[in-house]
């Protein structure tokens, strides 16, 4: 267990410079109409794509498995947490399951665009509000 929590903390990081790398790829290239390439527009969205999930994985077994998640919640109820424990066991994997959720529309709509500037306006707009997301339920406490 502590394996896999240690694996979800510093992947996060990893996670977390993939995004930015690619929201501000997908921004510089929405606004200074660039052309969208496949060798490194699109490969950097998808790393970001499949990194994020794979932490979302990662994240949803820590979520069953840990005392932080789910057993936080039935063991103590809702009214029970106190605004640390709420963040791991509510706040922190809704928001982002809805982040990754963000991110992932971000590139299915990318894929039917035909246009540069559409591909990069619809990644940079969705990735930037998953990314948004994470940084506002990050445990900072913990992190720092």
């Known amino acids: ?21 690619a929201f501000f790829n997908a921004l510089i290239g929405w606004l ?15 790393f970001a794509l499949i990194l994020s999930h794979i932490q979302l994985l990662i994240g949803l077994i820590l979520y069953f498995l840990s005392a932080n998640g789910l057993k936080a919640i ?13 963040l791991l066991a509510l ?6 399951i809805i982040a990754i959720a963000f991110i992932t529309i971000g590139w299915s709509r990318h894929k039917k665009k035909f246009e540069s500037s559409a591909k990069f306006k619809s990644i940079a707009i969705f990735y930037g509000l998953g990314l948004l997301l994470i940084l506002s339920r990050i445990p900072w406490a913990q992190w720092l």
Do not use: C, W
Request: aromatic content about 8%; charged content about 20%; hydrophobic content about 50%.
């Open 74 to 86: 039935q063991v103590l109820g809702m009214g029970g947490l106190n605004s640390a424990a709420r």
């Open 91 to 96: 706040e922190h994997p809704l928001i982002n």
């Open 32 to 46: 200074g109409k660039k052309e969208f390439t496949m060798e490194k527009d699109l490969r950097i969205s998808l």
């Open 1 to 21: 267990m502590e394996i896999l929590q240690n694996v979800h903390s510093y992947l996060a990081y990893v996670v977390l410079a993939i995004l930015i790398f």
